[in-house]
C-alpha cells in the first residue's frame, strides 16, 4: 500500500465515522505513527509505506472517537509538548489565556499554587516561560499527578515544582503570591450532550463541576484567601457562560481589581482579582 493509498483509506474511514477535521487528524496520525509529516507525504505520496497496518490500527481508534491525543500521547500547550494520557484532560489552546495572564502579573517572580492541574500543563508552562518563579500543583487523582511529574521531568523544572494530591486546599500548606486553576466547570447535567471525545474518554472527575457548574469557585473562594499573600492575585478559567456568576464571588468576597479576559474567540474565559489586604 502506498503513502497516498493508506491516507486516502484513512481519510475515508474517519470522515464515515463523523470525525471533526478528519482530513487533519489522518496526516497528524501519519506524522506521529509513521514519522511522516506533510511536507514528505506530499512529495512521496506514491512510495510504500511500511507502517500501513500500524498506521491503520492507530486510524480506527480515532475512528471510535478516542481523543488525537490519547492517541498519539501528546499534545502541544504555550508552545511546549506534553504527556497525555487517559488519566487527564487534553490541554485546551484557550486555556494559555490563564498562563499568559499569570505570567503578566508574575513578571517579578514569585511562588504559585495550581490547584486541579491535571497533567500539569499550566504549571510547567510558568516555570518554563517565566521569571525566577517557583510552584505547587495540587490534584485529587494520583494518575493525574504521575503525568504531571512526567511533565515537570520532561521539562526539567521538577527542582521547581512541588506536587501534592489531595481535594483542593486539603495538602497544602503555607501562602502564594499567587493562585491559578482549571477546575471542573461543566454542569453535571450537560456532560452527556458534548462531543463523545470528552463525555466518553476524558476523566469525569475533571469536567464535572456540580449541578450548576460552579461548585468549585465557590470552594475555591472560600479559603484562596487564607492561602494568598496579601495583595496576591487568584486567577480561574470559566466556562464561556459563567463569568457574571464567578465575577460577584469574587467581590462578594472583597477581591479588588476584578476582571473578566476573553479568548481568541471573544469568549468570557479567565477571572482574575486580587486579595485586598
Not at 487534553?90 to 513578571?107: D, G, I
Not at 503525568?147 to 501534592?164: F, M, P, Q, W, Y
Not at 470559566?238 to 476573553?262: C, H, N, P, T, W
Request: net charge negative.
Amino acid at each position: 500500500m502506498t503513502i497516498r493509498e493508506a491516507v486516502q483509506k484513512a481519510k475515508k474511514c474517519l470522515e464515515e465515522h463523523q470525525v471533526p477535521d478528519y482530513e487533519i487528524d489522518a496526516l497528524l496520525l501519519l506524522q506521529s505513527v509513521c514519522g511522516i509529516d506533510r511536507a514528505r507525504y506530499y512529495a512521496c505520496a506514491g512510495e510504500e509505506l511500511p507502517d500501513a497496518d500500524r498506521y491503520l490500527e492507530k486510524v480506527l481508534l480515532r475512528a471510535g472517537r478516542i481523543p488525537l491525543q490519547q492517541i498519539t500521547g501528546e499534545q502541544y500547550f504555550c508552545g511546549l509538548k506534553f504527556i497525555v494520557t487517559e488519566d487527564v484532560l487534553c490541554p485546551r489552546p484557550e486555556t494559555e489565556l490563564l498562563v499568559e495572564e499569570a505570567l503578566k502579573k508574575m513578571k517579578e517572580g514569585g511562588r504559585f499554587l495550581d490547584l486541579c492541574t491535571g497533567s500539569g500543563c499550566i504549571a510547567v508552562s510558568l516555570l518554563c516561560l517565566g521569571k525566577d518563579l517557583t510552584g505547587c500543583g495540587c490534584d485529587l487523582s494520583a494518575a493525574a499527578l504521575r503525568i504531571a511529574s512526567e511533565n515537570a521531568k520532561l521539562h526539567g523544572v521538577t527542582d521547581r515544582l512541588e506536587l501534592l494530591q489531595g481535594d483542593l486546599f486539603d495538602a497544602v500548606c503555607g501562602t502564594y503570591d499567587m493562585i491559578v486553576s482549571n477546575p471542573p466547570y461543566i454542569a453535571a447535567g450537560k456532560i452527556d450532550t458534548l462531543m463523545e471525545e470528552v463525555k466518553d474518554h476524558e476523566p469525569r472527575m475533571a469536567l464535572d463541576g456540580g449541578m450548576d457548574g460552579l461548585d468549585f469557585y465557590r470552594r475555591i473562594l472560600k479559603d484562596a484567601a487564607v492561602h494568598l499573600n496579601p495583595k496576591g492575585w487568584l486567577l480561574m478559567e470559566i466556562g464561556y457562560d459563567q463569568a457574571d456568576a464567578v465575577r460577584s464571588m469574587f467581590d462578594e468576597d472583597r477581591y479588588e481589581q476584578v476582571r473578566v479576559l476573553k479568548d481568541l474567540a471573544g469568549l468570557d474565559r479567565v477571572v482574575c482579582g486580587r486579595r485586598s489586604d
